[in-house]
């Protein structure tokens, strides 16, 4: 699926991403995979523990999956599908107890709290849950800090108004954060190119930026967004690719024998 606003678009299936996206080769563009069960009918765990299951082949960075997340034995399929963190949303507004039974059960490190953002008509900032379908009473601010509170492990921020958009964060977003922020905040929604990542993690109150765009219309942009990254002093990990395939080849050719 692709997002705009939180407006979906499905451009193919499993075999398509596949066909299209060879996640073994982006794993040396990015730090950590996002993937979410965006679907906002009846969602089917099982099908999407097996497409997590092929995405997670060969992609040897740490994935964070989520999506309708409800139950403790859901958590477990997802992380036996591949998952290193699990993503919740809906549960951190209603179910303060069930967020720390996942991180008594998984640690609180395998927690992510996701937090989707929007404007409202007078420009205030509010909290939605359901997919972007539901408005949370009360200002962002407060549900922020009350989550932080809880026993996650890091915050996903992000703009619901800049998804998909490519037109750069909501850097006035993160006035909304508590002034002395004690949990990690992967800022989301709107990055569009290499610049808006740079920027993003020029804020000392980012730890981690986070695109969709790049990976789904750029081509190589996500390569490319991190070799100049890396080219402009962020200090990011290096992998000598051309090493890695080597070792790979070496790996199969002694199973193949």
């Given at each position: 699926?692709?997002?705009?606003?939180?407006?979906?678009?499905?451009?193919?299936?499993?075999?398509?991403?596949?066909?299209?996206?060879?996640?073994?080769?982006?794993?040396?563009?990015?730090?950590?995979?996002?993937?979410?069960?965006?679907?906002?009918?009846e969602?089917?765990?099982?099908?999407?523990c097996?497409?997590?299951?092929?995405?997670?082949?060969?992609?040897?960075?740490?994935?964070?999956?989520?999506?309708?997340?409800?139950?403790?034995?859901?958590?477990?399929?997802?992380?036996?599908?591949?998952?290193?963190?699990?993503?919740?949303?809906?549960?951190?507004?209603?179910?303060?107890?069930?967020?720390?039974?996942?991180?008594?059960?998984?640690?609180?490190?395998?927690?992510?709290?996701?937090?989707?953002?929007?404007?409202?008509?007078?420009?205030?900032?509010?909290?939605?849950?359901?997919?972007?379908?539901?408005?949370?009473?009360?200002?962002?601010?407060?549900?922020?800090?009350?989550?932080?509170?809880?026993?996650?492990?890091?915050?996903?921020?992000?703009?619901?108004?800049?998804?998909?958009?490519?037109?750069?964060?909501?850097?006035?977003?993160?006035?909304?954060?508590?002034?002395?922020?004690?949990?990690?905040?992967i800022?989301?929604?709107?990055?569009?190119?290499?610049?808006?990542?740079?920027?993003?993690?020029?804020?000392?109150?980012?730890?981690?930026?986070?695109?969709?765009?790049?990976?789904?219309?750029?081509?190589?942009?996500?390569?490319?967004?991190?070799?100049s990254?890396?080219?402009?002093?962020?200090d990011?990990?290096?992998?000598?690719?051309?090493?890695?395939?080597?070792?790979?080849?070496?790996?199969?050719?002694?199973?193949?024998?």
């Amino acid at each position: 699926m692709l997002s705009r606003n939180f407006r979906l678009q499905k451009v193919g299936d499993i075999k398509w991403l596949q066909t299209n996206y060879n996640f073994s080769q982006i794993s040396f563009s990015i730090d950590e995979l996002v993937v979410l069960d965006v679907t906002r009918n009846e969602r089917d765990t099982g099908a999407f523990c097996e497409a997590l299951k092929i995405l997670s082949e060969g992609c040897f960075v740490p994935i964070a999956a989520g999506g309708g997340i409800r139950t403790i034995s859901h958590a477990h399929a997802l992380l036996h599908s591949g998952a290193d963190k699990v993503v919740v949303n809906t549960p951190l507004y209603e179910s303060k107890g069930f967020i720390g039974e996942l991180a008594r059960e998984f640690g609180q490190q395998c927690v992510v709290a996701s937090i989707d953002i929007r404007r409202v008509a007078d420009g205030a900032y509010r909290a939605w849950t359901e997919a972007g379908s539901r408005c949370v009473e009360g200002p962002a601010a407060y549900w922020i800090e009350r989550v932080t509170n809880t026993a996650v492990g890091e915050i996903y921020l992000n703009s619901i108004d800049r998804d998909g958009t490519g037109q750069g964060y909501d850097l006035q977003l993160l006035d909304q954060l508590p002034l002395d922020m004690p949990k990690p905040v992967i800022l989301a929604g709107g990055a569009g190119n290499a610049t808006h990542l740079a920027t993003g993690l020029a804020d000392a109150r980012v730890d981690a930026v986070a695109t969709a765009h790049l990976h789904n219309f750029v081509g190589d942009g996500l390569k490319r967004a991190r070799q100049s990254l890396i080219a402009g002093g962020v200090d990011l990990p290096v992998w000598d690719v051309q090493l890695l395939e080597q070792h790979r080849k070496a790996q199969d050719t002694a199973s193949f024998n």
